[in-house]
């Protein structure tokens, strides 16, 4: 196994631990608040983030090896068909899904901090990391 993986590895785990803790603690207050309808839009959600969020580690661990160019058109690529996925997932969500079996509210709120959870557990993970970068040489 490579330095390289297991620092990805560390990240994932670092970033999912804290999600899952929100998530579970969401859904919990979202389906005492409103029943079903908030239990499913807090799972939606919690779904969601994780697999939006996930796609980006997995798309570093695809680009390790590969030149800037590759790496950057990759990063590019897997942004915008998140953002595509995202649009598209929401729109269906809203357009096919009644308000009284999927709440809102709940999915929003529950999105916003999964996301807050999962950008903290990531950052905290990463500042753990001891990775070495090769610096060039300096001649005074």
């Known amino acids: 196994m490579s330095d390289q993986k297991s620092s990805e590895s560390l990240m994932l785990r670092g970033a999912l631990v804290p999600s899952f803790i929100v998530g579970i603690i969401a859904i919990g207050l979202c389906t005492f608040i409103v029943g079903l309808p908030g239990f499913l839009g807090a799972l939606i959600a919690q779904f969601v983030v994780i697999i939006y969020f996930a796609i980006h580690i997995g798309v570093s661990r695809i680009a390790r090896n590969l030149d800037p160019m590759s790496t950057m058109a990759l990063a590019v690529f897997s942004y915008f068909a998140k953002l595509l996925f995202l649009g598209v997932f929401l729109y269906l969500l809203s357009a096919f899904t009644s308000r009284d079996t999927i709440n809102r509210t709940s999915f929003g709120a529950t999105a916003i901090a999964l996301t807050f959870a999962w950008l903290g557990g990531e950052i905290a993970s990463y500042m753990k990391l ?9 001649k005074n």
């Open 130 to 138: 001891r990775i070495h970068l090769p610096l060039p040489n300096s």
